[in-house]
């Protein structure tokens, strides 16, 4: 599904966060250390290979809501903007927490110019996020940010599941 507002694109994909060859950026949905994780946090590492790490190592630890940026290395893509989401019912406030991963990391993508950009359900994994409520909350913040917006023309959603995406589409609808 794609829809277009401000002449900036939101697609929602199922796919993996990964293998998107196309796009200037990828959000990793981080530890607070930048290491190799799990889900999102393992596709990512896996695919870039060590540097990453070793980048990550500079700039950690992060705080819940907090984003920071490094190169790609042998993503496809150019750069990796990391995120540390909150953990379900544990960092507070969680849906302000949310949203400030997603904002940040617009911040990010703008200050360095970035025109695609493509993220993950953050939180919804090993972090407990209810991703009805997550999608909420992300779809809502990225609609507000959409105005500000200058260099970012292209933002997808990449859902892990047929069901995750089918939610994210519902409340983009
Ligand atoms: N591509 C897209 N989405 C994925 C992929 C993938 N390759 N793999 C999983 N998902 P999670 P979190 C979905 O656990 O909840 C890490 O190990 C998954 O189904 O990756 O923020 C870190 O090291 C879920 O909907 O991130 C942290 O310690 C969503 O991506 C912790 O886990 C996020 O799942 C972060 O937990």
């Known amino acids: 599904m794609e829809k277009t507002f401000s002449a900036v694109k939101v697609e929602i994909t199922q796919g993996d966060i990964a293998a998107q060859q196309d796009m200037e950026a990828v959000v990793n949905a981080a530890n607070a250390q930048l290491r190799t994780g799990g889900g999102v946090a393992g596709a990512i590492h896996r695919a870039a290979g060590p540097e990453l790490e070793k980048a990550g190592r500079a ?65 919804t994994g090993i972090f407990g996020y209810p991703l009805q409520e997550a999608a ?32 994210f589409e519902e409340f983009l609808r």
């Open 59 to 123: 700039l950690a630890p992060i705080k819940p809501g907090q984003a920071v940026i490094t190169a790609g290395f042998h993503l496809p893509n150019r750069w990796v903007i990391h995120c540390l989401g909150p953990v379900y019912r544990q960092d507070q406030p969680e849906d302000k927490l949310l949203a400030s991963c997603y904002r940040e990391a617009l911040r990010l993508a703008e200050e360095n110019k970035i025109s695609s950009i493509a993220f993950p359900a953050i939180s």
């Open 136 to 167: 909420q909350v992300i779809i809502h913040t990225v609609l507000q940010e959409i105005p500000s917006l200058k260099a970012v023309k292209h933002i997808r959603f990449v859902l892990y599941s047929e069901r995750d995406r089918q939610v």
